[in-house]
Each structure stands twice: as structure tokens, then as C-alpha cells.
């Protein structure tokens, strides 16, 4: 890790943890965000933790920038001694891959892809090595994933597959980002995948739609009554594919305020993790199948 | 009380100083694009400085009071520079006027500047979301059902005191933007990404504003497209030299997708992504950005923070002339 320090502007300071994706740079923005928080620093109006970066955002009238640079320097070895663990939980998402709506929007924009001639799932299989897009799907919801930052736009999750590095799927970004996007898209870009929580411009590649909204700004969805957004970074998601039944089946119980997401309390601890990948995924997952 | 838009504008919406706190879900700040227009649209109708109004752009609203408003209610616009009339008689900018009951208030052609600030006595009283009436249309959140106002809408408004007739902001205290526009810029974040010589570009170049241009992030055209210094990409980053691993973005950062057009980021920003930014515009000057009509001529010069706090401290000091003028 090379943490790097800087100004944004006269209002935040940005520490980039580390330049590459890891859950060791993730954990470190988590516990430094945390440490910020709990320091309770007069003038820090917005504590915005990322996949591999920081952000603070406050107010130099209030606090001067050196003094604030200062404070999170101070905070940043007890960030990195704290123990990569976390009380969490683990969230069964629904995934209509392959469904009409993506795959409308996505010949739509079609002159914006690196493959015009394909789709967006073919494409994805393809480069990552897949002789088929049901293999890649396979690979997509066969492992859960990690949700390593919350933002962009309202709500929107950044989720990281909890694999080793060499298994990661990676594609490129639209080569120009598109206009459109139906909301609750799950997408992928680089080695993120994320679900769209609002319909807008966007330049992921589209692989499937969720019927499980997760942000509601009128907090009608019974689960969200409480708050208008679902994700916090560190919730674990395992995708669960489903059929068109499946979907329009959710959309009217997400309509009739009846449906529940699955969800389990669970313990994620990096170490144990990078001990035995397969074995701590295959314990999240009974954890869910119980729940 | 209530106001009724008879034309709504282009996309005039509920705005106020926003809702911080929440950036860290992607909710923005939002709130007025410029700022300090706002605060003094606000003090000229004897509101708090942080009470609601419209914000229209490019092109005015027109604008019913309410049968209920009994005595009247006392208007001020401020911001861009456009000819208004109520009931057909002109009417002055950065003024305050009283309306009676049925009164119209309609807006001719932008003569400079981009926004329109208009406040009236005790403030739209929509209902707050996250603490603010600020409206974030791409979440569908604050404002007036979350969206722009539409033409039929009818407008919840406080309840206040009327004003004097005549209250005026003085003219040297009426922030605008200079030809060019000279956006004072704080280098930094992934400024390191640039070779020297686009580095050197940035600052020397004519940029003019793009179509793109929004509360989201204005857009810039016209400089020399950029050269990255050379490196294997990080894991997760993508493989364009200008991406990055996603990461937080400040409001007034600049990011430069492929190299080729900035972008800087304001009060609707999207709160992280993949794209690098070269360093950030200054607080003090991002009330201007609200200001920039598309194909405005922009530089952008380069402060360090000294210059930047300075400039802060002298944007709060003419925000304290304008209390002081209309005390």
C-alpha cells in the first residue's frame, strides 16, 4: 500500500489508501472513515469512504486544511492496526440475467460498445475467457460479493466478488457512456459489478435486472421504510438467478409491500477469508440458505 | 399561500443550500448553483438566507400568486441579468417588489448570466427530504414531488411579512463572472496522472463552456486533448490511462474522461466513479460556474491555498456587505 494524501480543493482532502483494488485497501478506508467519525472533528460535514480511497469533506473557516490533513494522518496507523473484521450481513439479490429491458437498451446504444455486434453478456463471456454466457452467468452469482462502496448516484452499490484475484471478471467500460439505463440494472465495469439504483446515464456493462428496489425516496418498499436507501458498504450480496415468472412475481409482491429480501446476520474477517476462500464463502452461503 | 407556475421555464426547481451529509449514499449536497444569489434574494424579501426559492435557467418561469396572498407578498430576483415584468410592467432585478393576489410575474430573453434566483416572503414550504427542500431529480427527492415544476403546479408557500417596496442589493455587490470566466483552480486528487506538457495546457488553453452543462457538472471544450504519463493500469481501475479504481469526487473536482473534455462537478455531483481528476475548483468560485451560459470563454488559473482561502474569505466578507446593505 502507498497511501497518498491531497487536497480537493479548499473543502476535502482525498487519501487514495492504495492506487489497486483490494479488500486490505477497503478495509483500511473503512476503519480510517470510522476513526474520522468517531474523533467527532468540528467542521467535517461529509465522511465518504470508497473501493481503495477516502474522502473528507469540511469546512476551512471552521478548521484550516493543514490542520485537517493533520487529524486524519494521526488517525491513519490505528486505521491500518485494526483488526480487517466485520459484524455484517449477507443479502440474497434476485437477477433476471439476459432480460428484455437491458437488452433493448443495450442494442440501443449498441454504437457505443466495443462490440457492436454482440451483447453485452457475450461480450463479457468472451474476454473473460467463457466458452458460453451461461458459463460467465455461472460465474457471476456462483460466489458472493462484497459491496465495497456506496454512491455515483443515490444508494448505488460497487460490489467486489469475494475470489481471488485471477478468478476477478473484468470488462471495460462502454466506450462512450450511454444515455440511458433502466434502473435496478446490474452492471459491470472493470472488476466492480454495481445495481442501479435509479434509471440514468451510466457506462457499465448490463448483464440482468434486479425486481428488488433499493432506493426509495418515498420510502413506500416495506424494507425501506426506515431508511430510503438499502446498501452500506460491507453488506455481502449473493446473486440468485431467476426467471421472467420469478421477476414479475417479486415486482407485485414489492408492490403489495409483502416481499422480504433474504437476508442473514454474518461475520466477515479478511483473514480467515484469504485463509480459505472457498470454504468462508461456502459458510456465508448456509448462513443464508438457514435464513 | 400559494404560487402557481403558469410556464415553467426550462428546468426551474425548489432549491435552497442543500442537504450535506449524505454524499457518502450518493445523495448531493444540491442546492442553489450560486450560492451567494440565493442568500440575497433571500435577505432582500426578509427571509432567512437559507429559505427556499426557485431556481430557473437560461429562461424564467411565468409565475401566479396565489388568490390567498391577502396584502401581498414581497418578490426578489436575483443572479442573471433578464428583463422581468409583473403584469407587463417592468420590475428590476436584485429588488424587492410587492405582488398582490393574481399578479403574473413573467420573464423576457437572458441578457448575461445563467440563473435566476427567486425568492419570495416566507419561502417555498414544500416539504423537506434529508433536511432540505433542495430537489435532487435524479434521485426523485425534495423540491416539489422531486422534480422540476411543471406548468399547472401549485406551490406551497410560507407565510411571511411583507417588505418595503425598493430594497436593492447594491450593484458592485452582484457577483458575475468575467469574459472569459477565470475559474481559480486548486491542482491535486490525480493531478500526477497528466505529463507536464498537459499540465501546462490546462491552464494555457481558451476552453469554452459545453451544451453539457448542468447542476450535475458543467462540461468545457475547445483545449488540447491530454497526455497521461505512462504505466501499467491498477487492478480494478479499467484500462483507459484516465481511468482510476473508483473512487470519492468532490464538488468542484475536474475530471477528464478520455483525456478530452472536463468536467467539473457541482452541487448535483455524482458522488464517486472512475475517472481521474486533475484538482478541483475553488469554493469561492463555484458560485460563477452557476452563472456560465454554454460557449461562455472559460480559464481556468491555477491558486494554491493560501489564494484559495483568501478568496473564501473575500466572497464571506461580500456576503456580509449584502446583510449589511439590506439590514
Known amino acids: ?291 | 399561500m400559494t404560487l402557481e407556475i403558469i410556464k415553467p421555464g426550462l428546468a426551474t426547481s425548489v432549491q435552497d443550500l442543500g442537504r450535506p451529509g449524505y454524499f457518502h449514499l450518493g445523495i448531493p449536497e444540491g442546492g442553489a448553483m450560486d450560492r451567494l444569489a440565493l442568500r440575497a434574494a433571500n435577505l432582500l424579501v426578509g427571509n432567512d438566507e437559507g429559505a427556499a426559492g426557485l431556481e430557473a435557467v437560461f429562461m424564467g418561469p411565468e409565475i401566479k400568486f396565489g388568490p390567498e396572498i391577502g396584502a401581498g407578498m414581497s418578490v426578489a430576483v436575483t443572479g442573471a441579468d433578464i428583463p422581468m415584468m409583473l403584469d407587463g410592467d417592468p420590475r428590476e432585478t436584485w429588488t424587492a417588489f410587492t405582488v398582490k393576489p393574481g399578479q403574473v410575474l413573467s420573464f423576457g430573453f437572458l441578457k448575461a448570466g445563467a440563473r435566476m434566483y427567486i425568492a419570495v416572503s416566507g419561502g417555498i414550504a414544500t416539504e423537506p427530504a434529508l433536511g432540505s427542500r433542495s430537489t435532487y431529480p435524479i434521485g426523485a427527492l425534495g423540491g416539489f414531488e422531486g422534480r422540476a415544476v411543471a406548468a399547472g403546479d401549485v406551490i406551497p408557500v410560507g407565510t411571511g411579512a411583507v417588505v418595503a417596496e425598493g430594497r436593492s442589493v447594491p450593484l458592485a455587490l452582484r457577483r458575475r463572472p468575467g469574459t472569459p470566466a477565470v475559474l481559480r483552480v486548486l491542482t491535486g486528487l490525480y493531478w500526477h496522472r497528466l505529463t507536464e506538457k498537459s499540465q501546462k495546457a490546462f491552464f494555457d488553453d481558451a476552453w469554452v463552456v459545453a451544451p453539457e452543462a448542468d447542476r450535475m457538472g458543467y462540461r468545457f471544450r475547445g483545449g488540447t486533448p491530454m497526455e497521461f504519463v505512462d504505466r501499467p493500469q491498477p487492478f480494478g481501475a479499467g484500462s483507459d490511462p484516465s481511468n482510476i479504481v473508483d473512487g470519492c469526487y468532490s464538488y468542484g473536482s475536474i475530471q477528464v474522461p478520455g483525456g478530452l473534455e472536463p468536467i467539473v462537478l457541482h452541487r448535483d455531483a455524482v458522488s464517486g466513479g472512475g475517472y481521474f481528476t486533475l484538482g478541483a475548483v475553488i469554493s469561492a468560485d463555484m458560485d460563477l460556474i452557476g452563472q456560465l451560459q454554454p460557449n461562455t470563454p472559460v480559464t481556468f488559473k491555477r491558486v494554491e491555498m493560501d489564494e484559495a482561502l483568501a478568496a473564501r474569505a473575500a466572497r464571506k466578507a461580500m456576503l456580509a456587505d449584502i446583510r449589511q446593505a439590506l439590514a
Open chain 1, 1 to 291: 500500500m502507498k497511501t497518498r494524501y491531497s487536497y480537493g480543493g479548499d473543502e476535502h482532502i482525498y487519501v487514495e489508501i492504495d492506487d489497486e483494488m483490494s479488500l486490505d485497501a477497503f478495509f483500511i478506508c473503512l476503519s480510517l472513515s470510522k476513526l474520522v467519525r468517531a474523533a467527532n472533528i468540528p467542521g467535517v460535514t461529509e465522511i465518504c469512504p470508497a473501493n481503495a480511497s477516502f474522502e473528507v469533506r469540511f469546512d476551512p473557516d471552521v478548521i484550516a486544511p493543514d490542520a485537517m490533513m493533520a487529524k486524519i494522518k494521526e488517525l491513519e496507523h490505528e486505521a491500518e492496526a485494526q483488526e480487517k473484521r466485520l459484524e455484517t450481513r449477507i443479502i440474497e439479490i434476485p437477477v433476471f440475467y439476459e432480460d428484455p429491458w437491458t437488452h433493448e437498451t443495450l442494442m440501443r446504444f449498441r454504437e457505443r460498445h466495443q462490440d457492436p455486434n454482440g451483447s453485452d453478456l457475450e461480450y463479457a463471456a468472451k474476454i473473460n475467457g467463457y466458452d458460453s454466457v451461461a458459463a460467465f452467468i455461472e460465474a457471476h452469482h456462483s460466489q458472493p460479493w462484497f459491496v465495497s462502496m456506496v454512491g455515483f448516484v443515490s444508494g448505488l452499490p460497487f460490489l467486489y466478488q469475494l475470489v481471488e484475484r485471477d478468478k476477478q471478471l473484468e470488462v471495460p467500460k462502454y466506450l462512450r457512456p450511454r444515455t440511458d439505463t433502466p434502473k435496478l440494472t446490474v452492471g459491470h465495469g472493470g472488476c466492480f459489478a454495481c445495481i442501479y439504483s435509479v434509471r440514468g446515464a451510466g457506462g457499465y456493462q448490463m448483464f440482468g435486472i434486479t425486481p428488488m428496489p433499493i432506493y426509495d425516496p418515498e420510502q413506500k418498499t416495506s424494507y425501506l421504510s426506515d431508511f430510503m436507501v438499502f446498501f452500506r458498504p460491507g453488506d455481502i450480496v449473493k446473486w440468485k438467478p431467476i426467471d421472467r415468472t420469478d421477476y414479475d412475481r417479486i415486482v407485485k409482491e414489492v408492490e403489495a409491500g409483502t416481499y422480504a429480501p433474504r437476508i442473514a446476520e454474518v461475520k466477515f474477517d479478511l483473514d480467515a477469508f484469504n485463509a480459505d476462500m472457498t470454504g468462508f464463502n461456502a459458510k456465508l452461503m448456509e448462513a443464508l440458505n438457514d435464513a
